[in-house]
């Protein structure tokens, strides 16, 4: 009896981290520390429970093809009845640690369940850039043409939409910024002035499932994902060159102004990250 209410608590326990962990976003390996322990101890509790608690008795009798007397089915009635109360009876306390074993697994399913369909915010695959903002980096300095060298490169956001309370805004406007020769540019006609002195700026999350480049190829001039290998090609618009993504990556317009700092000259191209996120069009 003691071991089923241990893994009893346990069960509630470990409901308890993995609820707290997704409301206050911890990581996953925590969040499914906490699921995966509170399964194992609601199993291990049952299995207890039908090892010590049940009663476990071999009866054997002669079978025969006539109805058992009343008596006899009377008093199976009563044993029946008899072995219910004493484990609801002397156990109640167990039933109930039971139940509310269950009730806290299933209270934390609920965080995940909440989390499912649109972003109360509408902030899933949609970005905050407008026509006019200029781009600043993560300290809020603003990015200049001369900041950057043919080859290399630096990630930028829209000011104003950065900082601690601003995580998720910046997580869908971050764009990869890229110096590129004017001269090997191969972007379609209506994209012609969207590069100024060879400056490209391409949405950092991949159109696959929404990991974060993390690798600018300059010789063959493309963006990888590190997570599933896609490759983009910067030339020309960020087309797929090779991996699992189906999409183009989202390219920003970008100005240049007179002193050299960067802004946007428009919208992204298209949405942000997979298909699947394609809510706010």
Request: proline share 5%; hydrophobic share 45%; charged share 15%.
């Amino acid at each position: 009896m003691i071991l089923a209410a241990f893994w009893l608590v346990v069960a509630i326990l470990a409901s308890a981290v993995f609820a707290a962990g997704f409301a206050l976003g911890a990581n996953a390996q925590i969040e499914g520390a906490g699921l995966g322990i509170a399964c194992v101890a609601i199993a291990a509790a049952l299995i207890t429970w039908s090892r010590d608690l049940l009663p476990h008795e071999v009866v054997e009798d002669e079978r025969h093809s006539h109805r058992s007397p009343e008596s006899e089915r009377e008093g199976a009635a009563i044993r029946l009845e008899g072995g219910w109360e004493e484990i609801a009876g002397r156990r109640a306390w167990l039933v109930r640690l039971g139940i509310a074993a269950v009730a806290a697994l299933g209270i934390a399913a609920l965080f995940p369940i909440r989390s499912l369909g649109l972003s109360p915010k509408g902030r899933v695959g949609v970005s905050d850039w407008k026509s006019g903002m200029r781009l600043v980096r993560d300290d809020g300095s603003l990015v200049r043409a001369d900041m950057l060298d043919v080859g290399s490169t630096l990630t930028a956001f829209p000011e104003s939409y950065i900082g601690a309370d601003r995580t998720q805004n910046m997580a869908m406007d971050a764009v990869v910024l890229v110096r590129v020769d004017p001269q090997e540019l191969q972007l379609p006609s209506n994209r012609a002035q969207w590069a100024p002195q060879g400056l490209l700026a391409y949405s950092k999350i991949c159109t696959h499932l929404g990991c974060p480049l993390g690798l600018y190829r300059q010789g063959a001039q493309q963006l990888m994902c590190p997570c599933h290998q896609s490759l983009f090609n910067i030339l020309d618009g960020g087309s797929v060159v090779y991996g699992p993504a189906a999409r183009s990556l989202p390219q920003l317009p970008l100005q240049v102004d007179g002193d050299g700092t960067l802004r946007a000259g428009g919208t992204m191209s298209d949405f942000i990250g997979p298909d699947n996120w394609n809510y706010g069009q």
